[in-house]
Protein backbone atom coordinates (compact mmCIF):
# COMPACT_ATOMS: atom_id res chain seq x y z
CA UNK A 1 0.00 0.00 0.00
CA UNK A 2 2.63 2.21 0.89
CA UNK A 3 5.21 3.16 -1.31
CA UNK A 4 8.35 5.39 -1.65
CA UNK A 5 9.81 6.54 -5.16
CA UNK A 6 12.92 8.10 -5.32
CA UNK A 7 14.42 10.36 -7.96
CA UNK A 8 17.39 12.59 -8.66
CA UNK A 9 20.52 10.85 -8.63
CA UNK A 10 22.33 10.93 -11.83
CA UNK A 11 26.33 10.97 -12.75
CA UNK A 12 28.48 13.79 -11.38
CA UNK A 13 31.93 15.03 -11.15
CA UNK A 14 33.50 15.48 -7.73
CA UNK A 15 32.65 18.84 -6.38
CA UNK A 16 29.35 18.50 -8.13
CA UNK A 17 26.15 18.32 -6.25
CA UNK A 18 22.33 16.27 -6.76
CA UNK A 19 19.06 16.41 -4.66
CA UNK A 20 17.53 13.48 -4.48
CA UNK A 21 13.82 13.29 -3.63
CA UNK A 22 11.77 10.49 -2.35
CA UNK A 23 8.03 10.92 -1.74
CA UNK A 24 5.99 8.73 0.06
CA UNK A 25 2.20 7.76 -1.88
CA UNK A 26 -0.61 5.17 0.25
CA UNK A 27 -0.75 6.96 3.73
CA UNK A 28 -2.55 10.23 4.63
CA UNK A 29 -0.31 10.28 8.11
CA UNK A 30 3.22 11.81 8.13
CA UNK A 31 5.77 9.62 9.02
CA UNK A 32 7.64 9.32 12.26
CA UNK A 33 11.40 9.11 10.42
CA UNK A 34 12.21 9.25 6.98
CA UNK A 35 15.87 8.54 6.38
CA UNK A 36 18.58 8.08 3.01
CA UNK A 37 20.57 5.05 3.09
CA UNK A 38 23.62 4.70 0.94
CA UNK A 39 24.53 0.70 -0.30
CA UNK A 40 27.86 0.46 -2.63
CA UNK A 41 29.78 -2.19 -4.23
CA UNK A 42 31.42 -4.30 -1.52
CA UNK A 43 30.16 -2.06 1.27
CA UNK A 44 26.84 -3.02 3.44
CA UNK A 45 23.71 -0.34 3.46
CA UNK A 46 24.90 2.21 5.89
CA UNK A 47 22.72 5.62 7.30
CA UNK A 48 23.64 8.80 5.40
CA UNK A 49 20.89 11.17 6.57
CA UNK A 50 17.79 10.70 8.59
CA UNK A 51 15.36 13.09 9.78
CA UNK A 52 12.15 12.98 12.40
CA UNK A 53 9.04 14.51 12.01
CA UNK A 54 9.94 16.88 14.35
CA UNK A 55 12.50 18.08 12.48
CA UNK A 56 15.71 16.48 14.39
CA UNK A 57 18.29 15.55 11.86
CA UNK A 58 21.33 12.97 11.76
CA UNK A 59 24.57 12.55 9.60
CA UNK A 60 26.92 10.14 9.09
CA UNK A 61 30.03 11.65 9.48
CA UNK A 62 31.02 11.33 6.04
CA UNK A 63 27.72 13.11 5.07
CA UNK A 64 28.16 16.28 7.92
CA UNK A 65 28.95 19.00 6.43
CA UNK A 66 28.10 18.94 2.84
CA UNK A 67 24.78 16.69 3.07
CA UNK A 68 20.90 18.69 4.29
CA UNK A 69 18.26 16.27 4.12
CA UNK A 70 14.78 18.31 4.62
CA UNK A 71 11.55 16.87 4.42
CA UNK A 72 7.88 18.14 3.40
CA UNK A 73 5.36 16.48 6.60
CA UNK A 74 2.18 17.18 4.70
CA UNK A 75 3.87 15.77 1.15
CA UNK A 76 5.44 12.77 3.23
CA UNK A 77 8.77 13.67 0.83
CA UNK A 78 11.67 13.86 1.69
CA UNK A 79 15.04 15.67 0.36
CA UNK A 80 18.61 15.17 0.56
CA UNK A 81 20.48 17.76 -0.58
CA UNK A 82 24.05 16.63 -1.63
CA UNK A 83 27.14 19.73 -2.30
CA UNK A 84 31.23 18.65 -2.54
CA UNK A 85 30.28 15.51 -3.84
CA UNK A 86 33.17 13.03 -3.94
CA UNK A 87 33.45 9.41 -5.32
CA UNK A 88 33.65 7.72 -1.95
CA UNK A 89 29.57 9.17 -2.34
CA UNK A 90 28.74 7.14 -5.19
CA UNK A 91 26.17 3.88 -4.38
CA UNK A 92 22.02 3.39 -4.29
CA UNK A 93 20.57 5.54 -2.01
CA UNK A 94 17.77 4.14 -1.06
CA UNK A 95 15.06 5.82 1.03
CA UNK A 96 13.59 4.46 4.12
CA UNK A 97 10.34 5.81 6.11
CA UNK A 98 8.19 4.53 9.39
CA UNK A 99 5.11 4.67 9.49
CA UNK A 100 3.56 6.20 12.75
CA UNK A 101 0.84 3.12 13.08
CA UNK A 102 2.73 0.22 14.39
CA UNK A 103 6.07 1.53 13.11
CA UNK A 104 6.48 -0.16 10.04
CA UNK A 105 9.32 0.18 7.44
CA UNK A 106 9.28 0.73 4.19
CA UNK A 107 11.89 0.95 1.93
CA UNK A 108 12.81 2.38 -1.84
CA UNK A 109 13.92 1.07 -4.60
CA UNK A 110 16.71 3.21 -4.78
CA UNK A 111 18.61 5.90 -7.51
CA UNK A 112 21.88 5.46 -8.46
CA UNK A 113 24.39 8.42 -7.42
CA UNK A 114 27.93 8.15 -9.19
CA UNK A 115 30.58 10.70 -8.56
CA UNK A 116 33.42 10.61 -11.58
CA UNK A 117 37.19 11.89 -9.91
Known sequence: QVQLVESGGGLVQ??????LSCAA???IFSFNYMGWYR???GKQRELVAG?????NTNYADSAAGRFT???DNAKNTVYLQMNSLKPEDTGLYLCNAVHPLGGRTYWG??????VSS
Open 14 to 19: AGGSLR
Open 25 to 27: SGS
Open 39 to 41: QAP
Open 51 to 55: ITRGG
Open 69 to 71: ISR
Open 109 to 114: QGTQVT
